[in-house]
């Protein structure tokens, strides 16, 4: 919304400044914040007295968290969410089609998330609605933003696969893209959602991926950065770096009610949104490879159920204590804290690597 004030600028000079994506990114961040701890408690005490008992817990998790857990409230992630809304509809550039594609995704994928969090707390149990039905609804979701994207991106990109370290390269997936974007979209939200597991765990890494993803949205939607670099040109998604921003912001503001010992927790309606995000803007970037490298700690954990399912259905035997990975390391003596910040710093590392893509090539 105040990006419009630069019309302005011929007029009054001074507001010039709304037309640069650097500051209105510092902007999103500081009024996401200031949002979440506004009304972070008042938003806790109503999901507090609303749902009772809390989060079901898993039956066949840590035994430990049916005693340090219960009682705590879900649905979290809808600070997080309003805190986006807020900043995005304030700083972000509503003409920009990226803008509102990335958010539909996100706000798709969280009243998924919110509605499998309403049916655990109503039934009071740990499963929500079906497995398939959820992700049907992801990719209807996914696969038209994707579609759509492609509407808007200049060729050849849109039907494009780019790979890091390679500058030149690009693999034309045909009709074949939407597919591909739809599935690194859910894939991505699934693997995030799988991350949320303890207190803090999955939102520090979503927060220093995001950050990473702002730089190379920035960089990507700008001719002369993207030129400068070798990366591809994808005009008009540098905006998302407002957007990336504004998840920082509301992110430290959760983080402030979400350490240990959390006083809410972000369930499906922040993690499934979140790893939507963080899909969609890799797709809208052309950094889908990039986000399975930052975003490996997700990955991780992702794999770590698929391996175990496998295995435990093919041999009857579990490669993990238990899985997610992250319980696996509670189960070999780890503390909470421990597991929960070496995987921040996992996160970070594997943020480092990716982002040095933009460089080496």
């Given at each position: ?59 066949d ?11 705590t ?129 999955a939102i ?17 939607g ?14 008009g ?29 972000m ?29 490996g ?11 175990q ?53």
């Open positions: 919304m105040l990006a419009f004030l630069a019309d302005f600028s011929g007029t009054f000079p001074f507001l010039n400044v709304f037309r640069y994506i650097t500051f209105r990114t510092g902007g999103a961040v500081i009024t996401a914040l200031l949002f979440v701890f506004m009304f972070g408690p008042s938003i806790i005490s109503y999901l507090r007295l609303t749902q009772g008992k809390g989060q079901p817990i898993r039956a998790g840590p035994p430990t968290h049916l005693l340090t857990k219960k009682g409230p879900t649905m979290g992630g809808l600070m997080i969410l309003l805190g986006l809304v807020v900043a995005t509809l304030l700083w972000g550039n509503l003409r920009n089609p990226y803008v509102w594609l990335v958010l539909g995704v996100t706000l798709g994928f969280g009243l998924i998330g919110f509605y499998d969090d309403y049916l655990k707390i109503t039934k009071q149990s740990d499963k929500g609605f079906s497995g398939k039905t959820r992700l049907f609804f992801e990719f209807v979701i996914a696969g038209a933003a994707v579609i759509i994207m492609q509407a808007v991106s200049p060729a050849p990109l849109d039907n494009a696969l780019a790979f890091p370290f390679l500058k030149d390269v690009l693999l034309n997936l045909g009709w074949l893209f939407p597919v591909f974007g739809a599935f690194v979209i859910v894939g991505s939200g699934n693997a995030v959602n799988l991350t949320d597991g303890l207190d803090g765990l520090v890494p979503v927060m220093v991926a995001t950050m990473s993803f702002a730089f190379i949205a920035y960089l990507a700008n001719a002369v950065f993207a030129d400068y670099l070798q990366i591809h040109f994808t005009p998604t540098g905006e998302l770096a407002v957007m990336c921003g504004a998840i920082l912001g509301a992110g430290l503001g959760f983080l402030w009610f979400n350490a240990p010992p959390a006083q809410i927790f369930g499906d309606t922040g993690s499934l949104a979140l790893g939507g995000l963080l899909g969609s803007v890799a797709v809208a970037t052309k950094h889908e490879i990039v986000l399975a490298i930052i975003g700690l997700f990955v991780l954990e992702a794999a770590s159920v698929i391996i399912v496998v295995s435990y259905k093919l041999t009857g035997k579990r490669v993990f204590k238990m899985a997610p990975i992250h319980h696996h390391f509670e189960q070999l003596g780890w503390t909470e804290p421990q597991v929960v910040i070496r995987f921040w710093i996992i996160a970070v590392v594997l943020a480092l690597i990716g982002l040095s893509t933009l460089k080496l090539r």
